[in-house]
């Protein structure tokens, strides 16, 4: 067990085996390799075998003593490994949580303050990490409904209805089979991600407080960075419509291939314009970037389509009559605004082809990349 268990040295707490957090407490305070962790457990086995063999001794066992102190050093050092365990692990889990929460607005019930409790919705939408969700769930006890746009809201969810993935007509209504109408009854509120734009009132957008322990050259600082959380607050008209909202947009803001796409696949980004200010015309600003990569460049070509917003077989939003095609190709840290006409029910695809990841060039993202995009919309 000693030579062929994983002691899961890079993840600290390993919540599935806590007993392991001593030895993480060695990788971590002492610097012991995964080799390292094998010789110690390696000298920990012998020495607690001769510690059980020991009283059994004739010359020990008739020295009464001899026997009740090594019986004694015996259970001094069983007692000082579990407890040593017991505080690496306690710690280790403190630590997460207080990373956890360093991350999350404060007061971390910033919903139930607002609303007084009631119930309310979640709306997001590409949801690879939901830390976030689970909190706001676990502090908030107003938060009733998750719901997503693509299907990636996390489960356990607070109620069966919370796993519905609601439909966008053309006009934005959004539906769903359990909930034809919208909003379900005595919902006024709504959490949604920033990028969602969902006809109502904002109420507020929360801010992270994270603090800053030692400057840009390892000096040591104290500084407090507040900035506005990913998140905002809103009571939402009714029916419940959304006014705009883009797809295929990564947390960090990359593009990339749709989940389980086969190799090769081009990434792909869309943005809806559902409905405008008093249904005026516009402008929607498409920004195309690699700023977020300065290594080695594999050009992108990108293609802009720009037309009508119908809805698809799959009563999703997609693309009817195109109106405007645009083509452009992006290099490593080049950036390019794009501005094409919007008024209600207008749809921007974007593809970027061929992909790169920034493992390929010694990097540790293993996802396939296209580029970072960005959209709004200007009121002329």
């Known amino acids: 067990m000693i030579l062929t268990t994983p002691f899961q040295l890079d993840l600290f707490p390993y919540a599935d085996a806590l007993g392991l957090a001593i030895v993480q407490m060695a990788n971590r ?25 020991l009283p059994r001794l004739r010359a020990v066992a008739r020295r009464h003593w001899l026997g009740t102190a090594v019986t004694v050093v015996g259970a001094v050092l069983l007692i000082a490994w579990n407890v040593a365990g017991e505080v690496s692990a306690s710690n280790g889990v403190n630590k997460f949580s207080k990373n956890l929460l360093r991350n999350f607005p404060t007061p971390a019930t910033w919903i139930d303050d607002r609303t007084g409790g009631k119930p309310t919705i979640y709306l997001g ?58 909003a379900p009854a005595g ?48 009571k939402i008209d009714r029916p419940l419509r959304l006014a705009s909202t883009p797809v295929g947009i990564t947390p960090d803001g990359w593009m990339t291939p749709p989940l389980g796409a086969p190799e090769g696949t081009p990434a792909f980004s869309a943005y809806n314009q559902f409905s405008t200010p008093q249904n ?16 080695t460049d594999k050009p992108g070509h990108v293609t802009i389509k720009v037309g009508r917003l119908v809805r698809g077989p799959d009563k999703q939003p997609a693309l009817g009559k195109v109106s405007q095609v645009l083509r452009w190709t992006v290099h490593s840290g080049k950036t390019r605004v794009f501005r094409v006409p919007g008024e209600p029910r207008t749809r921007v695809e974007v593809t970027v082809a061929p992909t790169f990841s920034p493992h390929d060039f010694g990097g540790s993202d293993r996802r396939q990349l296209g580029a970072q995009v960005s959209y709004g919309f200007e009121q002329k």
């Open 187 to 234: 919902v006024d509120y709504m959490v949604a991600d920033a990028n969602i734009a969902v006809q109502g009132k904002d109420l507020l957008r929360p801010q992270v407080q994270s603090v800053i322990k030692q400057d840009e050259f390892g000096f040591p600082i104290h500084k407090v960075v507040v900035t506005p959380a990913q998140w905002r607050l809103l």
């Open 29 to 53: 305070d002492l610097a012991f390799d995964a080799g390292d962790v094998k010789i110690l457990l390696s000298v920990v086995l012998v020495i607690s075998v001769a510690l059980l063999l």
């Open 125 to 182: 939408q590409k949801i690879t990490d939901p830390q976030g969700i689970w909190l706001m769930e676990f502090w908030n006890r107003g938060l009733t409904y998750v719901w997503s746009l693509d299907g990636t809201a996390p489960s356990p969810g607070r109620r069966a209805p919370g796993y519905v993935t609601p439909d966008a007509g053309p006009d934005g209504l959004l539906t769903g089979q359990s909930i034809p109408t919208g």
């Open 280 to 295: 005026k015309p516009g402008v929607i600003k498409i920004t195309v970037s690699r700023q977020g990569w300065q290594g």
